[in-house]
């Protein structure tokens, strides 16, 4: 029931694929949801592939698709732009506002990380969009970085390349390339979730549009529409203040569910309590039959 799709983003071409459950049938018109792959990543990832697979045994459509320039998308390889992604998703609801087996009033969106944050965000600002839900997303950049370059040293250091990207730009007219981890740092134990294909290293652009990009300023506009913030309470990647946040600026209808014993790659196979919460809550607010 799985199809490999392509659609188009400011010109670019997008690689997705699209899956319907074992139970439609044709004619149908199923809800649907979007899952966004987190940062520097691609639709092969464990946090696209599991909700997919457990969203698709619920009776949801799904799609999950490569950002540009991530995974087999077009565009400029490792050019994450918090904006563009955002355009991004915007064009994968109007690709699926346009399939006939899509309820074109009913698509939701599901990130995880990075893709939470751009789910925030584009759910604020897109109304065509029917529900969010976010795991381990965050609402203000800055204040996000803060948190993962906690001493004195390590935020002179970050902030210092951010600047010499700027400087940089300005000397050549390139791009100053950034590994990863000088971005997002992630504790050795948890870089076997980094799928293969993921990108390594980064123009300081895609460091600067993060440290810019606060999805706090928007999220209000979610509601009425309702939101899910799933987080770690002890997430050693992104702060779980920043779901704490979102959810204080958020209006309803409003869910925060913090768990222990797992960290920021919520959607791994084992993380049942996590699986149960989101199923009870699609029950709720986003049903497969309205």
């Not at 004619?27 to 639709?43: D, Q, T, Y």
């Not at 998703?89 to 990130?111: C, H, M, N, W, Y």
Request: hydrophobic share 40%; charged share 25%.
């Amino acid at each position: 029931m799985q199809e490999d799709v392509t659609f188009v983003s400011e010109g670019l071409k997008l690689s997705g694929v699209l899956t319907l459950p074992a139970d439609y049938k044709a004619g149908e018109r199923r809800p649907a949801v979007i899952v966004l792959h987190g940062f520097g990543s691609n639709k092969m990832s464990s946090n696209v592939k599991v909700p997919c697979d457990l969203l698709s045994r619920q009776g949801y459509v799904t799609l999950g698709f490569d950002m540009r320039g991530c995974g087999v998308s077009e565009g400029e390889k490792g050019r994450v732009i918090c904006l563009e992604q955002v355009e991004d998703t915007k064009s994968a609801v109007t690709f699926l506002q346009g399939r006939p087996e899509i309820d074109p009033a009913r698509i939701a969106l599901l990130g995880s990380s990075f893709g939470a944050a751009v789910a925030v965000y584009t759910g604020s600002v897109d109304e065509r969009v029917a529900a969010v839900v976010s795991s381990g997303g965050w609402g203000d950049g800055e204040r996000k970085f803060r948190g993962q370059h906690r001493s004195p040293e390590e935020w002179a250091k970050f902030t210092g390349m951010l600047e010499e990207g700027k400087r940089h730009r300005e000397r050549t007219g390139q791009s100053l390339m950034v590994p990863r981890y000088d971005i997002v740092p992630i504790p050795p134990e948890l870089r076997g979730h980094v799928v293969p294909g993921s990108i390594h290293s980064f123009p300081a652009e895609t460091a600067q549009s993060m440290f810019d990009f606060r999805a706090d300023d928007v999220v209000a506009r979610m509601a009425p529409r309702p939101l899910l913030l799933l987080h770690s309470s002890v997430d050693s990647v992104t702060p779980t203040e920043q779901s704490v946040e979102l959810f204080k600026r958020a209006g309803q209808p409003t869910d925060l569910h913090l768990f222990a014993e797992t960290d920021h790659f919520m959607f791994a196979d084992t993380n049942t309590r996590v699986h149960s919460v989101l199923n009870d809550w699609l029950a709720r607010y986003f049903p497969v039959h309205a």
